[in-house]
Each structure stands twice: as structure tokens, then as C-alpha cells.
């Protein structure tokens, strides 16, 4: 930071000088002078390139969390309350957590146990799924029976989603539907439901909302007031939803 420190300084006296005289009194030598001085620094002192490439992407992060939280204000209903997700552990839970998430998401797999020992041990804590299949045909394929199995044992989607997500191989129609076999709903009565009720207008939404909040991958939360992108650990949800409690914010 120190180098960086300089090449302001630098940076500033030039300015200052431009400022004091008019840009015309500037020479065509003397703002190649300048160039070259600042070329030649940075040439010398190429770590600074790094400090300024942290400094705009702290500042992209930040412009990323203001349109999130935009579109978090904007569409609450969408992201909490979507009459095609399902919401497990407290229906009247005093902090929701929301979680975008894809079925052949390897990293969605792993965040599995963050949110059955978050509903292990908070039992305050209202947790939506919401379906967002976005790695390939099969993940479409697998959504369709996920949504079909909802809409017909809505009691059972829980233990639906747990063996599903927690497979191993790839999940598309075959797997989805041998999940919803175990758990006592036919493949009759599955692909009677998907041509009955397609779920093209619920992943259009979520496709939509994401694109809004500014999601790039999977698994994506929402908490609060705050966007949460990645497999974060069970640690680092449990700390913002107390801080949900003790603040009304994810960081307090």
C-alpha cells in the first residue's frame, strides 16, 4: 500500500499542476513526460497493478450488493413467499433463509448438511427451496418430476429432496422418478401430474428473479436483507441469522 501511496502522490502533484494552469499549457512534451513517468512507475512497481485490480473488485462487489438488495426489495414476495416453493422447518419461523439451488449443483450437495443441522438445531428457522435448474437438460428434467412429486405428496418432498440432492451421479428424469417410486408416488401418477401441470412458468420466474439479484451460481441464499453467494458453511448462515434476530440485519 505504500507504493500505491506514492503513485497517488505522484498522481495528485500532476494534478495539481493541470489544475493550476490551463490543460493548453500543457505542451505536447510535457504530457508525454507525464506518461512515460507513470508508465515507467508502474513498470517498476508492478504489484501496485494488484492493489488496484483488489480495489475494483471491492468495488464491483459493492455495486453487486446494491442491486441485489434492490431487487431483494422489490420482489420479497417472489423470493420468500412463491407459492411453487416449498418452505421446510418452521412455517412461522422468525428468520426464512432461502436457497437457490440446482440438483446435479456438486457444490449444492455438499451445503445438504448445512441446512439439515441448521433445522437440527434452530427450530425458529423457516427454510425455502427454490429450484433453480440451471446445469443442463437433465436438471430441467429432474425440476419437472421435483415439481410434479411437490404438487402430489407435498409431505414427503423433504425426504423427495434429500435423496435426490444427496445421490450420487447425475440427477435427471430416471433418478427423480425412482426417488418419488421409493417414497410411494407411481411414475403413472408423476407423468400424469407433469402433463397436467408443466412448471414452465415457475422456472421462468426464477430464472427472472436470479438474474435480478445478480445470482451466477448455485448454491445462492437469501437472507434478510443480504444475498449470499456459495457453499458458505453452516457456521456462517447460523451467524447471520442471529444477527437477523439481534439486529434485523445479516451483519450487525
Do not use: W
Request: charged share 25%; proline share 3%; hydrophobic share 40%.
Amino acid at each position: 500500500m505504500a507504493t500505491l501511496r506514492k503513485i497517488f502522490t505522484a498522481l495528485a502533484l500532476t494534478a495539481s499542476v493541470a489544475t493550476a494552469y490551463p490543460a493548453a499549457a500543457l505542451d505536447d512534451a510535457q504530457k508525454k513526460e507525464f506518461g512515460e513517468f507513470i508508465k515507467q512507475y508502474l513498470i517498476e512497481n508492478p504489484e501496485i497493478m494488484l492493489d488496484v485490480q483488489d480495489a475494483l473488485q471491492k468495488k464491483q462487489e459493492q455495486a453487486r450488493l446494491v442491486k441485489a438488495n434492490a431487487a431483494i426489495s422489490d420482489n420479497k414476495t417472489e423470493i420468500f413467499d412463491a407459492k411453487y416453493d416449498m418452505a421446510l422447518g418452521n412455517p412461522k419461523g422468525d428468520v426464512t433463509i432461502v436457497e437457490f439451488f440446482d440438483y446435479n449443483c456438486g457444490y449444492c450437495r455438499h451445503a445438504l448438511s448445512d441446512m439439515q443441522t441448521m433445522l437440527q438445531k434452530d427450530k425458529n428457522v423457516r427454510f425455502v427451496l427454490k429450484e433453480l435448474p440451471i446445469l443442463g437438460p437433465e436438471s430441467v428434467a429432474a425440476h419437472k418430476v421435483s415439481d410434479a412429486f411437490r404438487k402430489l405428496a407435498p409431505e414427503k418432498y423433504s425426504q423427495f429432496h434429500i435423496a435426490l440432492l444427496g445421490s450420487d451421479g447425475r440427477a435427471d428424469e430416471s433418478t427423480a422418478i425412482d426417488v418419488a417410486q421409493s417414497l410411494g408416488v407411481s411414475e403413472k401418477q408423476i407423468r400424469a401430474e407433469m402433463a397436467k401441470s408443466t412448471s414452465d412458468q415457475s422456472v421462468q420466474e426464477t430464472y427472472q428473479l436470479a438474474q435480478s439479484l445478480g445470482i451466477t451460481g448455485t448454491p445462492s441464499y437469501v437472507i434478510g436483507n443480504e444475498l449470499v453467494q456459495g457453499a458458505v458453511g453452516f457456521d456462517d448462515l447460523e451467524t447471520k441469522v442471529k444477527n437477523m434476530r439481534t439486529c434485523g440485519k445479516t451483519s450487525c
